[in-house]
């Protein structure tokens, strides 16, 4: 009992000692002091890291001392910015994530109307909305139940697809491969050559593919590449309405894989007989392995290729310990399946920037989104995150400033990717797609089939069943859906 | 231990106790083998782990402490380690202290008072107890929400310390049995000499039932400790540990810094492990449920 | 045996001889109670009648069809509905119901029996029994997240168990012990439900044996004397006499089909196993109105089926073997 006793004694004590400090903590962990001229922005706290905001806030209170802008990171930001967001004194001006469903808190009144930014003028004389692609402009109007006005800006624009150890490349003499044959032939090329894993325990030899169940979603970024390729983008927009002429009532019907998914099949049906079917293409764990050990195979040159996305560099960078990885990385052109048309699928098109209604200082929020579309801002935020590429119009950049980014290989490669291809997205604005808890998606409720289909060794989840029961499914399910998105 | 309690095991009963000892020592290495195995990690640098999963450091160093008592949970400025720590002190001890007291109210009024409608009341404190009802959580933060209780850190750990401060818990089972038990005489005694009921339940009830109380005060606090859900619902603005590792965790993940999350844990287990290695006879001794006759 | 040892009998006694003590007592008798019956008041009568009527309830923002007023409308048992038709054809909503039942399965049919047979062996003093409650008691109070955390690392494929494995020439370079693997899609589940039972057996274990621990100890003699093996005392004397542990605890177990969801969510990082504890809790975090109504009409669809059967379940087990009460 003695030793009970003094133990409630110390306890006591550090609960006097920890409520003073965690007095203190709530005021340095809510606003901080500074009255209505401050804003406080809030950001995703990922692939990109925190050096860009770092960045960004400081040059912009070189320029506006008076200024007070705080930039947090967050890693939650989507779990708590719905309750920030509903408030009257919000805690955050600013939210900056991906997957920010900005429609609806839009048609919930919490988002603060933008049209004002967008006609700002930039330091070069061009409004916020020239600094935009037509595309970032077009999805960023919305109307709330008050006429069409701006609510968000697009905050990045990315590629994926395939990265590859250039230096294994080269010195094999390897071909980067144009089409999907070359693709096909260049696996069986490196299985046959057998190289050895440079270091490795005795055996081991380069596989063309690592890869992680953890994120199997990157394959997608090359197999919605070759859907594009297959059925070109007029199309693909056009089922991603979901019968939105007929009040969405036969939306299902976007599923059907004999006609609006014909071409998503049919690339699915590529990746499938080139990964599923050949389980000697990648690294053998590859179905039940955690994202730190794909990238080690691949920073250990155990792997040639890996489907990734143009946070890669800056990923890879960490996982080696902040260290350089050693070898250059490029981006690949997606391998074409078909024609000659090359397609780029914009990899968090939906990455958002939204101000809250309440928002205590418009005008300081107005110029400081602003600021974000400057000349070098776009470079350190490129520069920073090490192949990001934020979603404003990069070709005002003077020559050399270009040439500074393209200075980092995979920055040139990701730069080559988005300002050659054709740009496109997956990306549906309707209420089916964004009120229903990211069940209507291209892939329903995000259900991937990379993983079970590989772990089948080309078996299962065929394509032809993966796609019927995608149909079946979305064809039940429907109505419930439509329900819980409070359309019918 | 009396020596006629024990078996005298021969042939296959002694067999038998071999192969459970052996199956017990197997799981114990399970359970603790890893936590060496993390206390390694902590020691190693940041690009060892991730080609030398199992061995020893080879440049065991501090680093990996010095960043995760720096380390700050993303998206909670100033909430560290330490001031986690402090956090979910002030969380877990209000908490268990109000929680006991008022449980201990309602268990002895309702084990040693016959008054209309006591049997009704135990009665449904049981079934509230057996048969929760689901999904409330979205009620009950609306609700929260309502009262103000969701505005700043403060409100919010009001709020919690409220929702924790129930008197009809698993608490007031285990005290309301221990009451009921008690003998009467003390308290006779007690009324005979002029003492009030309210002098009796300070004065004689509470010192009586000293040691129940510490036992269920021990379990509650290791219960509120732990908990995740509610802190994570209702004190969003201030992590307790059990939330801000898991965010820590994501973070450390992202940046692949394993051997800082190695040391996130030992942090957080150590000062667990040394006050359950002063205390585990009276925590293994007091954990206990009774039957749940309603 | 209740009338004995309370001071109601007495009471009425008093009353006759003194009123002043009779309100003396109303007074200590309400203010003991105020609180803990105010806060049951609130939080349990109150929350739950207002998680029952948000059940029937739709929330609409601007897009709504035609019929129905921005915010909150009652909508009769339209909510439920939606279920029944998910429940019918969704395969996602199936799986998250047959993810919640496997919990009661595993932790009454496979970790209580274990930890029964465990806990006897313990009470009979299997050599190192201290040193082993101990042990096993530790994953109990080490906060979740940690142990969840332990575990994934540690039965990551390039986690400690596989690799350390691959060393000792166990395994092949890259074969890993798959019924571990919290990372593959078939093997989570499973994976899961081992760290359940690793993870909650100690305490079980425990629990059992405090229980055990009061049982008389003439039974245990003349059970001695009559020379039973260590089946017959187990099945005979043991688990009759704990009885009222095991109903408490089987019970407890049943509860996890609706309170489980931080060890799928943890282990699995999210990915595999949702439960529909999982998908109230995203509700609530989440924190849109238009939500609430789904996950009040699905608690309160869970209570209904739920209730019942564990009333009916303990009705049946406090049936089992006569009263013991120790």
Request: charged residues 15%.
């Given at each position: 009992?003695?030793?009970?006793?003094?133990?409630?004694?110390?306890?006591?004590?550090?609960?006097?000692?920890?409520?003073?400090?965690?007095?203190?903590?709530?005021?340095?962990?809510?606003?901080?002091?500074?009255?209505?001229?401050?804003?406080?922005?809030?950001?995703?706290?990922?692939?990109?890291?925190?050096?860009?905001?770092?960045?960004?806030?400081?040059?912009?209170?070189?320029?506006?001392?008076?200024?007070?802008v705080?930039?947090?990171?967050?890693?939650?930001?989507?779990?708590?910015?719905t309750?920030?967001?509903?408030?009257?004194?919000?805690?955050?001006?600013?939210?900056?994530?991906?997957?920010?469903?900005?429609?609806?808190?839009?048609?919930?009144?919490?988002?603060?109307?933008?049209?004002?930014?967008?006609?700002?003028?930039?330091?070069?004389?061009?409004?916020?909305?020239?600094?935009?692609?037509?595309?970032?402009?077009?999805?960023?109007?919305?109307?709330?139940?008050?006429?069409?006005?701006y609510?968000?800006v697009?905050?990045?624009?990315?590629?994926?697809?395939?990265?590859?150890?250039?230096?294994?490349?080269?010195?094999?003499?390897?071909?980067?491969?144009?089409?999907?044959?070359?693709?096909?032939?260049?696996?069986?090329?490196?299985?046959?050559?057998?190289?050895?894993?440079?270091?490795?325990?005795?055996?081991?030899?380069?596989?063309?593919?690592?890869?992680?169940?953890?994120?199997?979603?990157?394959?997608?970024?090359?197999?919605?590449?070759?859907?594009?390729?297959?059925?070109?983008?007029?199309?693909?927009?056009?089922?991603?309405?979901?019968?939105?002429?007929?009040?969405?009532?036969?939306?299902?019907?976007?599923?059907?894989?004999?006609?609006?998914?014909?071409?998503?099949?049919?690339?699915?049906?590529?990746?499938?007989?080139?990964?599923?079917?050949n389980?000697?293409?990648?690294?053998?764990?590859?179905?039940?392995?955690?994202?730190?050990a794909?990238?080690?195979?691949?920073?250990?040159?155990?792997?040639?290729?890996?489907?990734?996305?143009?946070?890669?560099?800056?990923?890879?960078?960490?996982?080696?310990?902040?260290?350089?990885?050693?070898?250059?990385?490029?981006?690949?052109?997606?391998?074409?399946?078909?024609?000659?048309?090359?397609?780029?699928?914009?990899?968090?098109?939906?990455?958002?920037?939204v101000?809250?209604?309440?928002?205590?200082?418009?005008?300081?929020?107005?110029?400081f989104?602003?600021?974000?579309?400057?000349?070098?801002?776009?470079?350190?935020?490129?520069?920073?995150?090490?192949?990001?590429?934020?979603?404003?119009?990069?070709?005002?950049?003077?020559?050399?400033?270009?040439?500074?980014?393209?200075?980092?290989?995979?920055?040139?490669?990701?730069?080559?990717?988005?300002?050659?291809?054709?740009?496109?997205?997956?990306?549906?604005?309707?209420?089916?797609?964004?009120?229903?808890?990211?069940?209507?998606?291209?892939?329903?409720a995000?259900?991937?089939?990379?993983?079970?289909?590989f772990?089948?060794?080309?078996?299962?989840?065929?394509?032809?069943?993966?796609?019927?029961?995608?149909?079946?499914?979305?064809?039940a399910?429907w109505?419930?859906?439509?329900?819980?998105?409070?359309?019918? | 231990?009396?020596?006629?309690?024990?078996?005298?095991?021969?042939?296959?009963?002694?067999?038998?106790?071999?192969?459970v000892?052996?199956?017990f020592?197997?799981l114990?290495?399970?359970?603790?083998?890893?936590l060496?195995?993390?206390?390694?990690?902590?020691?190693?640098?940041?690009?060892?782990?991730?080609?030398?999963?199992?061995?020893?450091?080879?440049?065991?160093?501090f680093?990996?402490?010095?960043?995760?008592?720096?380390?700050?949970?993303?998206?909670?400025?100033?909430?560290?380690?330490?001031?986690?720590?402090g956090?979910?002190?002030?969380?877990?001890?209000?908490?268990?202290?109000?929680?006991?007291?008022?449980?201990?109210?309602?268990?002895?009024?309702?084990?040693?008072?016959?008054?209309?409608?006591?049997?009704?009341?135990y009665?449904?404190?049981?079934?509230a107890?057996?048969?929760?009802?689901v999904?409330?959580?979205?009620?009950?933060?609306?609700?929260?929400?309502t009262?103000?209780?969701?505005?700043?850190?403060?409100?919010?750990?009001?709020?919690?310390?409220?929702?924790?401060?129930g008197?009809?818990?698993?608490?007031?089972?285990?005290?309301?049995?221990?009451?009921?038990?008690?003998?009467?005489?003390?308290?006779?005694?007690?009324?005979?000499?002029?003492?009030?009921?309210?002098?009796i339940?300070?004065?004689?009830i509470l010192?009586?039932?000293?040691?129940?109380?510490?036992?269920?005060?021990?379990?509650?606090f290791?219960?509120?400790?732990?908990?995740?859900?509610?802190?994570?619902?209702?004190?969003?603005?201030?992590?307790?540990?059990?939330?801000?590792?898991?965010?820590?965790?994501?973070?450390?993940?992202?940046?692949?810094?394993?051997?800082?999350?190695?040391?996130?844990?030992?942090?957080?287990?150590l000062?667990?492990?040394?006050?359950?290695?002063?205390?585990?006879?009276?925590?293994?001794?007091?954990?206990?449920?009774?039957?749940?006759?309603? | 045996?209740?009338?004995?040892?309370s001071?109601?009998?007495?009471?009425?006694?008093?009353?006759?001889?003194?009123?002043?003590?009779?309100?003396?007592?109303?007074?200590?008798?309400?203010?003991?109670?105020?609180?803990?019956?105010?806060?049951?008041?609130?939080?349990?009568?109150?929350?739950?009648?207002?998680?029952?009527?948000?059940?029937?309830?739709?929330?609409?923002?601007?897009?709504?069809?035609?019929?129905?007023?921005?915010?909150?409308?009652?909508?009769g048992?339209?909510?439920?509905?939606?279920?029944?038709?998910?429940?019918?054809?969704?395969?996602?909503?199936?799986?998250?119901?047959?993810?919640?039942?496997?919990?009661?399965?595993?932790?009454?049919?496979?970790?209580?029996?274990?930890?029964?047979?465990?806990a006897?062996?313990?009470?009979?003093?299997?050599?190192?029994?201290?040193?082993?409650?101990?042990v096993?008691?530790?994953?109990?109070?080490?906060?979740?997240?940690?142990l969840?955390?332990?575990?994934?690392?540690?039965?990551?494929?390039?986690?400690?168990?596989?690799?350390?494995?691959q060393?000792?020439?166990?395994?092949?370079?890259?074969?890993?012990?798959?019924?571990?693997?919290?990372?593959?899609?078939?093997?989570?589940?499973?994976?899961?439900?081992i760290?359940?039972?690793?993870?909650?057996?100690?305490?079980?274990?425990?629990?059992?044996?405090?229980?055990?621990?009061?049982?008389?100890?003439?039974?245990?003699?003349?059970?001695?004397l009559?020379?039973?093996?260590?089946?017959t005392?187990?099945?005979?004397?043991?688990?009759?006499?704990?009885?009222?542990?095991?109903?408490?605890?089987?019970?407890?177990?049943m509860?996890?089909?609706?309170?489980?969801?931080?060890?799928?969510?943890?282990?699995?990082?999210?990915?595999?196993?949702?439960?529909?504890?999982?998908?109230?809790?995203?509700?609530?975090?989440?924190?849109?109105?238009?939500?609430?109504?789904?996950?009040?009409?699905?608690?309160?669809?869970?209570?209904?089926?739920?209730?019942?059967?564990?009333?009916?379940?303990?009705?049946?087990?406090?049936?089992?073997?006569?009263?013991?009460d120790?």
């Amino acid at each position: 009992m003695k030793a009970f006793k003094s133990i409630l004694l110390v306890l006591a004590a550090a609960i006097a000692a920890t409520s003073l400090a965690a007095c203190g903590g709530d005021n340095e962990g809510g606003r901080p002091t500074g009255g209505n001229g401050s804003i406080v922005i809030k950001y995703y706290d990922g692939g990109y890291g925190r050096e860009w905001a770092d960045d960004l806030a400081s040059r912009y209170k070189t320029i506006h001392p008076d200024a007070d802008v705080t930039m947090e990171a967050d890693l939650e930001i989507l779990g708590t910015m719905t309750s920030a967001l509903q408030s009257e004194d919000p805690d955050y001006d600013i939210f900056i994530s991906h997957d920010i469903t900005w429609q609806y808190y839009a048609l919930e009144g919490y988002l603060a109307n933008l049209d004002a930014l967008y006609a700002k003028k930039l330091s070069d004389g061009r409004t916020f909305a020239d600094a935009l692609s037509p595309a970032n402009r077009e999805y960023s109007k919305f109307d709330a139940g008050e006429g069409e006005h701006y609510y968000k800006v697009n905050w990045t624009q990315g590629a994926g697809g395939l990265i590859y150890n250039v230096d294994m490349f080269e010195e094999y003499g390897w071909e980067v491969p144009e089409t999907y044959d070359d693709l096909k032939n260049l696996c069986a090329q490196i299985v046959s050559e057998a190289r050895p894993v440079k270091g490795g325990m005795g055996g081991q030899t380069v596989v063309p593919f690592t890869w992680t169940n953890e994120n199997e979603y990157l394959w997608d970024y090359v197999v919605f590449e070759w859907w594009a390729q297959l059925a070109g983008t007029e199309k693909i927009s056009q089922l991603l309405q979901y019968d939105k002429a007929n009040n969405y009532t036969n939306g299902f019907e976007s599923f059907n894989p004999d006609t609006n998914y014909k071409e998503f099949k049919q690339a699915y049906q590529y990746w499938y007989d080139l990964v599923a079917k050949n389980p000697n293409y990648s690294v053998s764990a590859s179905n039940a392995q955690t994202k730190l050990a794909a990238q080690g195979q691949f920073l250990r040159g155990e792997a040639a290729m890996m489907p990734y996305s143009h946070w890669a560099y800056y990923e890879l960078k960490k996982a080696n310990g902040g260290d350089d990885i050693g070898f250059e990385v490029n981006l690949m052109e997606t391998p074409l399946v078909k024609g000659t048309q090359r397609y780029n699928y914009l990899v968090g098109f939906g990455d958002s920037i939204v101000v809250s209604k309440y928002c205590h200082n418009m005008d300081l929020a107005i110029d400081f989104i602003s600021f974000m579309a400057e000349p070098e801002s776009l470079v350190s935020f490129t520069e920073k995150s090490q192949g990001a590429f934020s979603a404003f119009d990069y070709s005002v950049l003077p020559a050399e400033q270009l040439a500074r980014l393209n200075s980092n290989p995979f920055v040139a490669s990701v730069n080559k990717k988005l300002t050659t291809e054709t740009n496109f997205n997956l990306y549906s604005n309707e209420p089916i797609a964004y009120l229903t808890s990211a069940t209507v998606q291209p892939w329903l409720a995000n259900k991937y089939h990379y993983v079970p289909a590989f772990a089948g060794k080309g078996t299962t989840d065929n394509p032809d069943d993966v796609f019927a029961e995608m149909y079946s499914t979305a064809k039940a399910n429907w109505r419930s859906w439509l329900y819980n998105a409070g359309l019918v | 231990m009396k020596k006629e309690m024990i078996y005298r095991r021969t042939g296959w009963t002694k067999a038998l106790f071999v192969i459970v000892f052996i199956i017990f020592a197997v799981l114990t290495v399970t359970y603790l083998y890893p936590l060496i195995w993390v206390l390694m990690n902590s020691f190693k640098q940041q690009s060892e782990y991730i080609n030398n999963i199992t061995g020893f450091p080879k440049n065991p160093g501090f680093t990996a402490y010095a960043e995760a008592f720096a380390e700050e949970v993303s998206g909670h400025k100033g909430a560290t380690l330490m001031s986690m720590f402090g956090m979910t002190i002030a969380v877990a001890t209000v908490g268990t202290i109000i929680t006991v007291l008022t449980s201990s109210q309602a268990a002895y009024i309702l084990a040693k008072f016959n008054f209309r409608g006591a049997k009704f009341m135990y009665a449904v404190v049981i079934f509230a107890y057996v048969c929760p009802i689901v999904g409330t959580l979205p009620a009950q933060m609306q609700f929260m929400k309502t009262l103000g209780f969701m505005k700043n850190s403060f409100a919010e750990y009001v709020g919690v310390i409220f929702l924790y401060s129930g008197g009809f818990g698993f608490n007031f089972i285990l005290l309301h049995a221990y009451y009921k038990n008690l003998s009467k005489s003390y308290a006779e005694a007690a009324y005979i000499d002029g003492a009030n009921d309210f002098q009796i339940y300070t004065h004689i009830i509470l010192p009586l039932s000293k040691g129940s109380l510490v036992a269920v005060f021990i379990i509650q606090f290791i219960g509120l400790w732990n908990d995740y859900t509610t802190p994570a619902i209702f004190l969003k603005d201030a992590p307790t540990l059990a939330v801000g590792v898991s965010l820590m965790t994501k973070t450390l993940e992202n940046n692949s810094n394993f051997p800082e999350l190695f040391a996130v844990m030992v942090i957080v287990l150590l000062p667990i492990i040394l006050i359950f290695s002063v205390f585990s006879k009276t925590i293994i001794e007091n954990t206990t449920v009774g039957g749940l006759k309603g | 045996m209740d009338g004995n040892s309370s001071f109601g009998n007495e009471r009425k006694a008093d009353n006759k001889k003194r009123g002043r003590h009779f309100n003396v007592r109303t007074l200590f008798i309400i203010l003991m109670l105020a609180y803990p019956v105010l806060h049951f008041l609130v939080m349990w009568v109150f929350v739950n009648g207002y998680s029952i009527a948000l059940s029937f309830q739709r929330y609409f923002s601007t897009i709504r069809p035609a019929g129905y007023d921005k915010g909150w409308n009652f909508v009769g048992f339209d909510n439920f509905k939606n279920l029944f038709n998910l429940i019918k054809s969704d395969e996602n909503t199936r799986e998250m119901f047959a993810n919640s039942l496997m919990y009661p399965v595993i932790s009454c049919l496979v970790t209580l029996p274990l930890s029964i047979i465990a806990a006897y062996f313990m009470y009979k003093k299997v050599a190192g029994s201290s040193f082993f409650r101990v042990v096993f008691f530790f994953p109990s109070i080490v906060p979740l997240i940690i142990l969840t955390l332990i575990y994934r690392y540690s039965v990551a494929p390039d986690g400690l168990v596989n690799v350390l494995l691959q060393k000792l020439h166990i395994l092949e370079k890259g074969e890993i012990v798959s019924f571990l693997n919290v990372f593959g899609e078939d093997t989570a589940a499973g994976a899961v439900y081992i760290f359940c039972i690793w993870a909650g057996i100690g305490y079980n274990i425990i629990l059992l044996n405090s229980g055990m621990g009061k049982i008389p100890q003439e039974l245990q003699e003349s059970a001695m004397l009559d020379g039973a093996g260590p089946m017959t005392e187990l099945f005979r004397i043991v688990i009759p006499l704990t009885w009222p542990t095991i109903t408490t605890m089987f019970i407890l177990g049943m509860m996890s089909c609706i309170n489980v969801y931080m060890q799928p969510k943890f282990l699995t990082m999210d990915k595999y196993g949702k439960t529909v504890a999982w998908m109230i809790y995203d509700y609530a975090q989440g924190g849109r109105p238009g939500d609430l109504g789904q996950a009040a009409s699905l608690g309160l669809f869970c209570t209904v089926i739920l209730a019942p059967t564990i009333l009916l379940v303990k009705h049946f087990l406090e049936k089992c073997f006569a009263d013991v009460d120790f």
